[in-house]
């Protein structure tokens, strides 16, 4: 091969190298923006979550968290008219079970705001029902919280009354890690009430961390 013939190929070499660089890097900014995309659309159905839940109380004079609202009957199915799903919520069968055969017809009815992007029956929106620290008696239960999560991970039917405990929360983040189905940096969006109403996304590292730091001995 003389060396006009060699320079080519050379050439030839940094040209495909350099390309095959370039769409790599294309492609792990269309990733980026597309990541960034579904964080501050899932920001923006907490906020829309916590003006359903405050709208509820402010109706009802009562949290939907309360135990004096029919505590058979999920949290999710009750704010329906808070979100614009009242028809939805005119389907459901009260005087029956959650799982009946009447309200077993809305299962795989879940509004796109618990799920927007999953088909099928599960939520990504659960309310976490903390740990007790208290060594009281009769010191008043520690408020609930709101996570948004891949509804893959804990399979919550939407109309399902129970969600998920702290410790729960934490088995099922660490299996589903080791599982490689989520990965330590991914972010989740969080809704405290005791915390002055305040929603963040946190990495799922960063939870597990404080959640870990705050269960009781």
């Not at 007790?132 to 039917?157: G, Y």
Request: aromatic share 10%; with cysteine.
């Amino acid at each position: 091969m003389n060396k006009r013939a060699l320079a080519n190929l050379t050439l030839s070499v940094l040209l495909v190298i350099g390309l095959a660089g370039l769409t790599f890097v294309g492609y792990r900014q269309l990733l980026n923006a597309r990541g960034a995309a579904t964080l501050s659309s899932n920001i923006g159905r907490v906020h829309q979550l916590r003006m359903g839940l405050l709208n509820y109380e402010d109706t009802f004079t009562i949290p939907v968290t309360s135990p004096l609202t029919a505590p058979d009957i999920s949290w999710r199915v009750k704010i329906l008219p808070f979100i614009e799903e009242r028809s939805l919520f005119e389907q459901y069968a009260f005087d029956k079970a959650w799982d009946s055969v009447e309200n077993q017809s809305l299962f795989h009815a879940c509004p796109r705001f618990f799920a927007r992007d999953k088909r099928g029956q599960f939520s990504e929106m659960l309310m976490v029902t903390p740990t007790s620290s208290s060594n009281f008696a009769n010191a008043p239960p520690p408020e609930p919280w709101w996570i948004l999560v891949d509804s893959e991970i804990f399979k919550v039917i939407w109309t399902q009354p129970t969600d998920v405990s702290e410790a729960e929360l934490i088995a099922g983040l660490q299996r589903a890690i080791n599982e490689k189905t989520i990965h330590r940096n991914d972010k989740v969006v969080v809704l405290r009430f005791a915390s002055g109403q305040q929603i963040k996304a946190i990495s799922v590292q960063e939870l597990l961390v404080d959640l870990q730091a705050n269960l009781p001995p």
